[in-house]
């Protein structure tokens, strides 16, 4: 088959308009969307997937997305119905000091799961008012109460849900680095994740010397460093080792 | 009959420089002015320049294929959407993104202009070394997207130079002792790109590499006609991506970008056109000399 000559100028005016009428096409089919808001995160079985919880969402967002009524929000992040409806959660830390977007994230998560409830007070990760079974594995350690930090019980938890939200696996295999949580310390995360304390202070530039006993949120706080950030760099170990 | 390698100026190739750069500066200065807007705009959410990348879609494909709508961080529907658009335009039209649309590669142009006012010499590659440094791109590309889809980030973003040059965090967020990686990274490729042309589109564009890949199905292409040409090699000299034309194939080599600079420059009727043909990769191409219609 014969290339037929056409006028040079085709060239950028097709690569162009494919371009830009991509983007019309798009817009007049309302599926040009430049930011994560309105997004909400599902889960394979199709239900709002708490991890999806933004700091752009408001309070009602949260209520009816993740089906948790008005009330039990305020009384999860300890607030009153001072704090209005449509606060954003990123501008809750300002309002009630302590409440960040991962807390009401985790908050939630125990709400759904149902080791969380109103009458327990504000959420403070300890949601856990049953005791769990005895632990298969090593040695058992107190149920961590709202006023101290301990470290997580190692039990699998049957009972109402994993504690602080997540379940060490019961074959005694490591923590799954996505299940990192807010609530963990530095050295729960070495223990349970099996990943080496010098891996993660070389890797997340902290300090030598650093308190292992530190929170997961702390680090965010002290060292701008996110939960996430530890969940990623704590994966990719895993996957490699 | 051209005995000179000196290009040509010509009213045409006048028209077509200032129409292209036009088009890349009103493309450019899009992006510019939506990155102040992120920084100033306070009232209400603009867009960051993460969602005008069409690279952002070929880093978020994966994801969203295999969560059935997922994206990964940072990246939006709408950089699919250029993607699409992207592809659509490589398919007709080759290259004309990377030499009309892409602001990083007018950043380049505009560097090299710089340099030729600076009377700075170019630094030339030995043909032999370009041909092996181009494949840089499918490597860059090839890392990027395994990283990409085993960290579930857009984990080139931080190093990205296209990205911190036009995100204006430099201006805006200036933080050396968090982003000196990235500033380096950058200041490396654009004083490689005040040096050699394009450095940048040539060596290290993933996007460029999959544009390229994807170029060999183009229908509109630029060929040279066996016939017509002298193999003057005029057409060489003002080629940014150093394409040599003269030699080339029937059709011109997927990495042309569609300036149309060669084609302005040929001092022979009929030797270098853009044609509309069949997308055949090279290899499917009959051997024989086509001839233009």
């Known amino acids: 088959m014969k290339a037929i000559r056409v006028n040079k100028y085709l060239v950028p005016v097709f690569g162009v308009l494919a371009l830009l009428g991509s983007v019309w096409v798009a817009k007049a089919a309302g599926a040009w969307q430049v930011s994560g808001r309105g997004v909400i995160l599902v889960d394979e079985s199709g239900e709002a997937d708490p991890e999806g919880i933004k700091g752009w969402m408001t309070l009602s967002d949260v209520s009816s997305v993740y089906g948790v009524p008005l009330d039990a929000l305020y009384t999860m992040i300890g607030a009153g119905p001072e704090i209005p409806p449509d606060t954003a959660l990123k501008d809750l830390e300002k309002l009630v000091p302590g409440t960040e977007v991962w807390a009401v994230r985790e908050g939630v998560e125990a709400y759904q799961g149902g080791s969380w409830m109103p009458d327990y007070g504000r959420y403070t990760g300890e949601a856990i008012k049953e005791p769990a079974p005895p632990a298969p594995t090593p040695t058992p350690e107190p149920a961590p109460s709202a006023e101290e930090h301990v470290p997580l019980g190692t039990g699998a938890g049957s009972g109402e849900g994993g504690g602080e939200g997540f379940t060490l696996p019961q074959d005694g295999s490591r923590l799954p680095g996505s299940e990192i949580k807010g609530r963990m310390t530095l050295q729960e995360v070495v223990d349970y994740c099996q990943v080496p304390l010098e891996t993660l202070i070389a890797e997340l530039g902290l300090p030598d010397d650093i308190d292992t006993q530190l929170w997961m949120r702390d680090l965010a706080n002290q060292y701008g460093i996110e939960v996430t950030t530890v969940r990623d760099l704590v994966e990719r170990y895993q996957a490699e080792h | ?293």
């Open chain 2, 1 to 293: 009959m051209a005995s000179s390698s000196q290009p040509v100026k010509s009213p045409n190739r006048s028209r077509t420089r200032l129409l292209r750069r036009l088009t890349q500066a009103g493309f450019g200065l899009f992006i510019v002015g939506s990155s102040i807007r992120h920084y100033l705009v306070t009232t209400e959410h603009v867009a960051s320049i993460d969602a005008y990348c069409p690279f952002g879609g070929i880093a978020t494909l994966w994801r969203w294929v295999s969560t059935g709508g997922l994206f990964v961080q940072k990246t939006h529907q709408s950089n699919l959407v250029l993607l699409l658009g992207l592809i659509a335009g490589v398919i007709l039209a080759g290259g004309a993104f990377c030499g009309w649309i892409c602001p990083f590669g007018a950043l380049q142009d505009l560097l090299d202009w710089i340099r030729k006012k600076l009377r700075l010499p170019e630094l030339r590659i030995p043909p032999r070394l370009d041909r092996v440094l181009t494949y840089g791109r499918y490597v860059t590309l090839g890392v990027i997207l395994y990283a990409t889809i085993a960290t579930v980030k857009l984990w080139f973003a931080d190093w990205d130079p296209y990205r911190t040059t036009f995100s204006l965090g430099w201006l805006f967020e200036f933080n050396l002792s968090e982003q000196w990686l990235a500033y380096a990274v950058a200041l490396v490729i654009l004083v490689g790109a005040l040096l050699i042309p394009r450095f940048w589109c040539r060596y290290l564009c993933p996007l460029g590499g999959a544009i390229s890949l994807l170029g060999n199905l183009s229908l509109l292409r630029i060929r040279r006609n066996d016939a017509s040409c002298k193999s003057c090699a005029v057409c060489n000299a003002p080629c940014p991506v150093k394409i040599d034309v003269a030699q080339a194939d029937s059709a011109v080599s997927a990495d042309c970008i569609g300036c149309l600079e060669c084609v302005e420059v040929c001092p022979r009727e009929g030797a270098l056109s853009v044609t509309l043909g069949p997308a055949l990769p090279k290899i499917l191409r009959p051997q024989k000399k086509e001839d233009v219609a």
